[in-house]
């Protein structure tokens, strides 16, 4: 599976971006999704997490309420609308496939397959 992230980009504190997740290769809408994401000086940490049916959603609770995760699967991919957004938001984001049924979705080794990262820069 292939992953390609992009929507990032400046922007001020209090505005959004839009993140996508384009997916290819064989069986790829049938992944659990995850958003990660890496400030400098930083470990890579879990923002959002989506199954293969769009049916369980999951956040960190600096993401609940602010930003949103969705699939297309007929589109073979993954969105992550962010709304409100601080500066401590800025980092690096990654999104990230899971092909194992039962892993946490939390934790970074869960996924097999990521994507180069797009950043995100929020500015006071």
């Known amino acids: 599976v292939q992953l390609q992230a992009s929507g990032g980009g400046l922007v001020q504190a209090g505005g959004s971006l839009r993140l996508s997740c384009a997916a290819s290769?064989?069986?790829?809408?049938?992944?659990?999704m995850g958003w990660f994401r890496q400030a400098p000086g930083k470990e890579r940490e879990f923002v959002a997490a989506?199954?293969?049916?769009?049916?369980?959603?999951h956040y960190s609770d600096s993401a609940r309420g602010r930003f949103t995760i969705s699939r297309d699967n007929t589109e073979n991919t993954v969105y992550l609308q962010m709304n409100s957004l601080k500066p401590e938001d800025t980092a690096v984001y990654y999104c990230?496939?899971?092909?194992?049924?039962?892993?946490?979705?939390?934790?970074?080794?869960?996924?097999?397959?990521w994507g180069q990262g797009t950043q995100v820069t929020v500015s006071s």
């Open positions: 990230a496939a899971k092909d194992t049924w039962g892993l946490n979705p939390d934790f970074v080794a869960s996924y097999r397959y």
């Open positions: 290769g064989r069986t790829s809408s049938t992944y659990d």
């Open positions: 989506i199954s293969w049916s769009g049916g369980n959603l």
